[in-house]
């Protein structure tokens, strides 16, 4: 638990109330999609998610993606080349903090990416990614990813 002071003098409680995720999209030219398969042993053991992981408490989520991006790939890529895409949430219901994941599109790294942690990697096609079998918030995250259209990136809103 972590304690704060409100402006009026008064402790608040600061214990985190979810988990912060980041996860990685990342799209290479070609169009293929880098995908990695969670170890057995692990929870959603064999079923295919984006890379990324648990944001620490000192960090910004695009800190976190860079850092697990190299822990788990082996790559290194700046902040710059990230940009938030997509986010999915597990429903605040039943044991345990619900999960918040934050999907970051990114197109430009340093390094071959290797599975570092176990499991294993692939590229495939956004077709591909939509079918592999994955948790399910990584399903939410991949129809986001691949299946909403483009939308402007400015402009006016308008009520219907």
């Not at 030219?29 to 890379?51: A, S």
């Not at 570092?116 to 956004?126: K, M």
């Not at 399903?139 to 308008?158: D, M």
Request: charged share 20%; glycine share 10%; hydrophobic share 40%.
């Amino acid at each position: 638990m972590v304690d704060t002071w409100a402006n009026d003098g008064k402790k608040t409680d600061m214990t985190p109330r979810w988990i912060t995720v980041v996860a990685g999209a990342l799209l290479r030219e070609d169009g293929l999609c880098l995908m990695q398969q969670r170890p057995p042993h692990k929870h959603h053991g064999g079923l295919w998610e984006f890379p990324g992981g648990k944001v620490e408490p000192a960090e910004i989520p695009v800190q976190s993606l860079v850092r697990e991006l190299h822990e788990e790939l082996g790559i290194r890529c700046e902040i710059a080349a990230a940009a938030p895409v997509a986010f999915a949430e597990t429903p605040p219901l039943g044991d345990g903090l619900p999960i918040v994941i934050l999907l970051y599109n990114v197109n430009r790294w340093n390094g071959e990416p290797q599975a570092l942690e176990g499991g294993a990697i692939g590229w495939f096609t956004p077709e591909e990614v939509l079918a592999l079998p994955k948790p399910p918030l990584d399903v939410s995250l991949a129809r986001q990813l691949f299946q909403n259209p483009i939308l402007p990136a400015h402009g006016p809103c308008q009520a219907g």
